[in-house]
RNA sequence: CGGGGCGUGGCGCAGCCUGGUAGCGCGCGGCCUUUGGGUGGCCGAGGUCCCCGGUUCGAAUCCGGGCGCCCCGACCA
């Protein structure tokens, strides 16, 4: 319900200089947003009503599974964080009060929210509990960027649950699951639930909701019923073809080639052929050889799953000294557990000697060296997805994910229950968290055109854009003015453009705000009694006959779901 | 945190190398014009040239230091 005329909606001509993905560049220029600092960004009047749209989804789809809306606050005793080891994270913004009392500024509540419960919470009978609210959240990101999609401060709906043991919290991460579902659904998302990294905090699951879009931070693997981050994706790889030449065993003179391409372009075979050995320190025991297929590449997170450790990378010196010359490792010879990539698989490969400018030929798994079999390799477009699929990577940008917490939060700040036999347990706990800002400008990135936003009508900030292209005092205008009146009375939300501007700059503005239906009021259809409404996805224009034009419209809208 | 770039009216930029009047387009205000895709004309307002220090008769320009912002990478419970 509201006049362009008076209304807070600064469009612009050009994006800022700096801007580089489309969401940024579009929500600068349709007035939906504007910067205050790095990562930091205040939401103008039309920017901020796509948000509130989300947020009612949300509160909607959390209380239709029993999930209860709360506050808590942004500003904390530093005291709790100490408790879980969180008060290390650099992201967290840390502060005193006057009286020298260590604060922080917290980025998610779980060490709130369990505080709490801990307090609370003392029965089975209390349980399950599911509870969320939707507050601003604060982190001292390394590299904001891209608009909203990175930032330091925005808001958040997180979600937890709380139950009596792992079975109760699959039942609740369910019921978030389907609730996720739904939500991204009813924002006209195109998204994927995929697999996720739970990290070295232990839990026992984890999935992250992805929005496929250009600017997108993370990578998915996608095949038809497979989705996973590539953080934790598996697949098959593409075959490479062997020379039977290979199986025969020979000291290969490489002088100087320490590297695969080199060294696979010296002997005319593919990089597949050869065995790449990256030697590792693995914390709390000493060095490692990891074999990886001379094509392919090492993934950190599935190695640091697989070893349920963290490591580095072995330095120059340490190679040198204790296995051989760097360039020339080889499983072969070398006194070191060996992790091998599952891969690896065929008879025989090119490996290095463990001797300066030398390759082994002929290495065998199994035979020439024994080892422990993994999967630590970056799965990669053409693969093979479990399923059967072929694997494509796209960019997607987090909307959301889900966590199963266990007793990571619970047992270090106390929050236990009494079970039916008056044994003290702790809580079994999950967190829930979305993104309102992302799903805005993901969405923004998905359907945006060359002319600018395209909304999908349930976020849209207003479902019309009723366009006046007479200026105040012609008769035209009365005609606007009166469908202005008739579709508020219908309760339809509507933008109506009745500046004093010329027309091409109405037109302009109005596929860059990107409302689902634009209603033109102008002499030209007036004349035969129509007024023109365009469908901002499809460009389908219907013209409607005066007197009923509202009804009309509201059907069009009705019949727009969004996708 | 490593690498690169940029800070000049609201936005986009030129001027800087070679020191001397701060300029252009858009936007903004007024008048006229125009009226179905940012119309045209005339007049006008608006700038601590990011900050501090230095060199100089004189600094947007040269030198030193600092701050801010953006991009790539690392990082991202």
Not at 305 to 329: K, S, T, W
Not at 351 to 363: E, F, K
Not at 539 to 553: Q, S
């Amino acid at each position: 319900m509201t006049r362009l005329s008076q209304t807070f909606l600064p469009t612009l001509k050009d994006p800022p200089a700096d801007a580089e993905a489309i969401s940024h560049k579009l929500m600068v220029r349709a007035g939906l947003i504007r910067q205050l600092g790095a990562g930091l960004w205040t939401y103008m009047p039309a920017g901020w009503r796509p948000i509130r749209r989300v947020e009612g989804i949300l509160r909607e789809e959390m209380e239709a599974i029993g999930c209860q809306e709360m506050l808590m606050p942004v500003l904390q005793p530093a005291e709790a964080w100490r408790t879980t080891g969180r008060y290390a994270i650099e992201e967290l913004f840390k502060l005193e009060d006057r009286r020298g009392a260590p604060m922080v500024l917290a980025m998610t509540h779980e060490e709130c929210i369990t505080y709490h419960v801990a307090r609370d919470i003392r029965s089975y009978r209390d349980l399950p509990l599911m509870l969320f609210h939707i507050q601003t959240k604060e982190r001292d990101e390394a590299r904001p960027r891209a608009g909203v999609l990175r930032s330091r401060e925005f808001t958040m709906k997180d979600a937890y649950s709380f139950d009596r043991d792992e079975e109760g919290l699959a039942r609740s991460y369910e019921l978030q699951a389907g609730a996720y579902d739904r939500i991204f659904d009813r924002c006209g998302l195109r998204w994927y639930r995929v697999e996720s990294d739970v990290g070295m905090m232990g839990g026992s699951g984890a999935h992250e909701y992805m929005a496929p879009c250009a600017a997108g931070e993370n990578e998915v693997a996608l095949a038809p019923g497979y989705a996973a981050n590539i953080e934790v994706a598996s697949a098959d790889p593409q075959p490479v073809e062997l020379p039977a030449e290979l199986d025969a065993p020979e000291d290969l003179h490489t002088p100087g080639l320490a590297k695969v391409d080199e060294v696979s372009s010296h002997l005319g075979l593919p990089p597949g052929a050869l065995i790449k050995a990256m030697p590792i320190v693995v914390d709390g025991e000493g060095l490692q050889l990891v074999l990886i297929r001379g094509d392919h590449t090492l993934n950190d997170i599935k190695l640091r799953n697989a070893l349920g450790a963290d490591f580095r990378l072995a330095e120059a010196e340490q190679i040198e000294a204790e296995i051989g010359p760097v360039g020339y490792i080889g499983p072969v010879g070398a006194d070191l557990p060996i992790l091998k990539d599952a891969a690896i698989s065929g008879n025989s490969f090119v490996a290095g000697a463990n001797r300066v400018d030398t390759h082994l030929r002929g290495v065998r798994p199994g035979r020439d060296f024994s080892f422990e079999e993994v999967d630590v390799r970056t799965v990669e477009a053409g693969d093979t997805a479990p399923g059967g699929g072929t694997i494509e990577i796209e960019p997607a940008i987090e909307v959301g994910n889900i966590f199963k917490l266990g007793t990571r939060y619970s047992e270090p700040l106390g929050a236990t229950y009494l079970d039916e036999q008056g044994a003290e347990r702790p809580i079994v706990m999950g967190s829930y968290g979305i993104g309102p800002a992302r799903i805005v400008a993901a969405s923004i990135e998905q359907r945006a055109d060359q002319h600018g936003i395209v909304w999908p009508r349930q976020i849209a900030p207003w479902e019309l854009h009723l366009v006046s292209l007479a200026k105040a005092g012609e008769p035209e205008r009365e005609v606007a003015d009166h469908l202005y009146e008739e579709l508020r009375g219908a309760a339809a939300s509507v933008l109506y453009d009745d500046r004093d501007v010329g027309p091409g700059e109405k037109l302009t503005d109005a596929e860059l705000i990107g409302c689902p239906l634009r209603i033109v009021v102008g002499r030209r259809g007036l004349a035969e009694g129509v007024v023109e409404a365009t469908e901002r996805a499809s460009g389908e224009e219907h013209r409607l006959p005066v007197e009923e034009a509202t009804r009309r419209a509201l059907e069009l809208l009705a019949g727009d779901d969004g996708s």
